[in-house]
């Protein structure tokens, strides 16, 4: 029987904390690392994070623009890198951020969440900026093989603002963009005993969240924790009664502490303890 994608990052949640790491292999990373930026530097990156990172996170999320700007050999270390972090136990959001019309969005599907693709973690990131219904052949495989999607809601940019802050009105009233897609999402968690396979993306940095969650339930990402100044007091702010859907992603915050592993695992230990000391609230 095929588990869902919910109720898998439920049960790490509940192992592990609800701690997301990002393995971003940006250029200075690999220097101060002591590794070549090319391909070499790049597996032995990617290696050390999985030997230090895996069964300490709920969720392992590999960037892959920073992958694919290594060319095709660079896709190949992301592909290891799937396949040795799901081995390990450890579930895996591959963060490419797709969106498209629907006859292309049915190739990317068969990219990120068909079983037996080198590509297939066990979530992908969505953008529905051509129209949450575009991504419903994305939507559908993920149903079929019992794997998640998060989609971009409120980003941690300060650039998002201008389009998903925007209002707009249907028959249902006037709300912002970001909400039709927290509403879109919503519906399609409707029923999940646990938690839903459409989880979100929202920034944990913002200035104010301006979005109603109460209805997702599903998994809320939190990008912006960390090296983008957001703080465990930004995310009690920001979601209060929803915190306990909420996975903080941090990246750099975390890699700046590699290559050494043990130092990688006390850097995460310490972050999930500061999260297990902030329960939900106002
Ligand atoms: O709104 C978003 C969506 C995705 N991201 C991605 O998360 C990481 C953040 O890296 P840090 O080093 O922790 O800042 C990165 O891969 C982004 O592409 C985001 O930041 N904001």
Same mark, same amino acid.
């Given at each position: ?22 393995? *971003?292999?940006? $250029?200075?990373?690999? #220097?101060?690392?002591? +590794?070549?930026?090319?391909?070499? @530097?790049?597996?032995?990156? =990617?290696? #050390? ?34 396949? &040795? ?14 969106? &498209?019309?629907?006859? #292309? ?10 079983? @037996?693709?080198? +590509? ?6 969505? !953008? ?5 219904? !575009?991504?419903? $052949?994305?939507?559908?495989? =993920? ?8 989609? +971009? ?29 927290? *509403?879109?999402? =919503? ?5 999940? $005993?646990?938690?839903?396979?459409? /989880? ?6 913002? %200035? ?31 979601? @209060?009664?929803?915190? $306990?859907?909420?996975? %903080? ?10 290559? *050494? ?8 230990? /310490?972050?999930?303890?500061? +999260?297990? !000391? ?5």
């Amino acid at each position: 029987m095929i588990t869902t994608f919910g109720d898998r990052l439920s049960a790490a949640m509940a192992a592990r904390g609800p701690l997301c790491v990002g393995v *971003d292999p940006h $250029p200075a990373l690999l #220097t101060a690392w002591g +590794l070549s930026d090319d391909l070499a @530097g790049l597996r032995s990156f =990617a290696a #050390t994070c999985v030997t230090a990172l895996a069964g300490e996170v709920a969720l392992l999320k590999p960037q892959s623009a920073l992958f694919e700007a290594h060319g095709s050999g660079g896709v190949a270390v992301l592909e290891r890198l799937i396949a &040795d972090a799901r081995a390990a136990g450890t579930l895996v959001l591959v963060d490419a951020k797709r969106g &498209d019309i629907g006859s #292309t969005m049915t190739a990317y599907a068969r990219a990120y969440l068909t079983e @037996g693709s080198p +590509l297939a973690g066990d979530a992908v990131t969505l !953008s529905p900026y051509l129209g949450f219904g !575009s991504l419903e $052949p994305a939507l559908e495989i =993920a149903r079929a093989t019992g794997r998640g999607v998060f989609v +971009l809601a409120r980003t941690s940019n300060p650039e998002g603002a201008s389009v998903q802050d925007a209002l707009v009105s249907d028959e249902k009233g006037t709300r912002s963009v970001a909400q039709r897609v927290v *509403d879109a999402a =919503a519906q399609l968690n409707v029923g999940a $005993p646990r938690l839903g396979d459409v /989880g979100l993306v929202v920034g944990g940095n913002l %200035p104010s969240l301006k979005l109603d969650l109460s209805g997702l339930n599903g998994p809320v990402l939190a990008p912006g924790f960390g090296a983008q100044g957001g703080t465990v007091a930004d995310l009690r702010r920001l979601f @209060g009664p929803a915190l $306990p859907g909420v996975l %903080p992603t941090s990246s750099r915050d975390v890699l700046r502490h590699g290559p *050494d592993v043990a130092a990688l695992r006390q850097a995460v230990r /310490g972050l999930r303890a500061e +999260l297990a !000391s902030a329960p939900a609230g106002g």
